[in-house]
């Protein structure tokens, strides 16, 4: 199986291109003011316009108003959903679109159970926890917590970079695996080499 991989936290055209030419599946514009790497919706609607097909934009959203989530689907017509607050599964899918759900992994979860209650996503994303921080630590997590068996394909995050993401696809075996500070020269400024560094470990992963 081919570990899709996508590249999150994107501000910039000239990142966006990086992660295309380096074959990413899915680029990510985070809608969380609190980010470093919150872009607005004109900001992340010019930076989808030049997305080739199969390429997917996903909208990172940390506990929004509906309405907000709306004026992005509005914008961006193709966005997949990405939920990576306290989100209940009923509000995930009142929007009658594909989602992710993330949640964030630590010691004490009962991630199988976690996981279960999303079973309408098309995928969760598994990500480290941080007391107060919803996400994009670079922080990595226990992968031993992952259940060998997960009723939703799952997309592994949390502190991954080019040194260490083929062992993580070793080890759990995800759907995808999602990178943002691993990428990174600043918060929300992508590397060009680190993207295509990070690109061809996953693919000898996949050998």
Known sequence: MRTRVKICGLTRQQDVRAAVDAGADAVGFVFYANSPRHVDVKTATGLAAGLPAFVTPV????NAPA????????????????FHGDEEPAYCESFRR???KALRVRPEMDVAKAVSQYATACGVLLDAYVEGIPGGTGERFDW???PSRLSVPFVLSGGLDAGNVASGIAAVKPWAVDVSSGVEVAKGIKDADKIAAFM???KHANV
Do not use: W
């Open 59 to 62: 909208a990172l959203f940390v």
């Open 200 to 202: 061809q470990e996953v």
């Open 144 to 146: 031993s917590l992952i």
């Open 98 to 100: 594909p989602y992710m």
């Open 67 to 82: 309405a907000e989530v709306n004026a992005v689907i509005a914008a961006i017509p193709a966005v997949l959903l990405q």
